[in-house]
């Protein structure tokens, strides 16, 4: 637990200047493309899986955090327990008494206050706050621009209202998908709050975005917890022409101004054919994914063994199998639920490129054996 080393009130924290500090290794201009190491996690008993983006600096604070790499949602989310002194974290929000802001080891925390959902099941509530962050380990970091991110201090399920973590196994979510571009000034609205690589600053011959490897590269065989523990090169920060070589791009699917993650096809599985489809690639989704059925009757579990087949309007194919664990997926005809699902399997078979210049979305198959 970090100790409050000084509690400095601002009433216009932008011009505030942290405490110089030079991570060691740590890259804030991306000429040519980082590799990052991300740790993969996964329970023997369900076979679902995670990974995790490590986190050395917040502000001036050395830490040592992992958040869940998500595709799936945008924005860097952290536990405030984890960063802050407990007396500061309240149910109803950061203690700052009635003055403006908290600064504390380059960390400004704001007023502002927001909510995230997740899974259409559970909500966290948090304040938004500000720093620079190091991400990465020593084999590969990278270093953001002071950027907005937000202290979670409550959550609950939605049904029930009983309190919900963040993440059990972890400190955070990094969601790291990008529907807008960034905003200038202070951030008041969920929906501001991007990518934590937004916040990277790129070479004139280096487009921003990542690339993830595919997933068949970590020896799951090993992995016998979500906790995470050993690293793998999955990750490269910043994409150049010749990165691209192999890829299938599809355009982002835009709606009022933003860009959404999902790529458009169509689903078929059993003879039946949903058309059109449209499909996020989660990886913060630990197993097989959720497909969205107009037809209500047909709602529930999937069988075991149904092949479920994705094809986008770009031509690129992806069958797999359900079953009652690492591959379980489910019918949901609700509309609010209109785009399908697909989990962290998807990743063991294709490599994943999200391009936040172009809006584009890349996808390569491994090739077979």
Known sequence: ???????????????????????????????????????????????????????????????????????????????????????????TGIVMGNKDSLVLNGITVTRTKTKSRYGGTRSYAGNIAYASIVIGDKMGQVRTKRMPFILVYNGVYDLTGKPAQVDQHCDGIAGVSSG????????????????????????????????????????????????????????????????????????????????????????SYSGLVISPSYVLFDSGNPAGGVIYEPDAAKKGKMNAGITIRFVSDEGTIYDYAANNSNYKTTLDSRKSKSVSILGISFFLENSFMLNYTSHTIGIKPVPPL
């Not at 200047?17 to 201009?29: C, G, L, N, T």
């Not at 490897?213 to 010749?242: F, H, N, Y």
Request: glycine share 8%.
């Open 1 to 91: 637990m970090n100790k409050l080393s000084g509690v400095i009130v601002v009433l216009s924290f932008l011009c505030a200047k942290s405490m110089a500090f030079e991570p060691k290794d740590s890259v804030q201009s991306i000429v040519s493309p980082v590799r990052i190491n991300l740790m993969p996690g996964q329970s023997r008993k369900t076979l679902g899986r995670r990974l995790y983006l490590p986190i050395r600096y917040i502000g001036t604070n050395k830490v040592k955090l992992k958040v869940v790499f998500d595709t799936g949602s945008q924005g860097l989310i952290l536990d405030a327990k984890r960063l802050l002194p407990a007396a500061l974290v309240a149910d």
């Open 180 to 267: 807008g571009e960034m905003k200038a000034g202070l951030v008041m609205k969920r929906e501001n709050v991007v990518s934590p690589f937004n916040y990277l600053s790129f070479g004139n011959r280096v487009e921003a975005g990542f690339i993830l490897a595919p997933l068949d590269r970590v020896k799951w065989e090993r992995v016998s917890s979500m906790e995470g523990t050993s690293t793998v090169p999955l990750l490269t920060i910043g994409i150049t022409e010749q990165e691209k070589e192999g890829f299938v791009l599809h355009r982002q699917q835009t709606m009022n101004g933003r860009f959404y993650p999902y790529v458009k096809g169509i689903i």
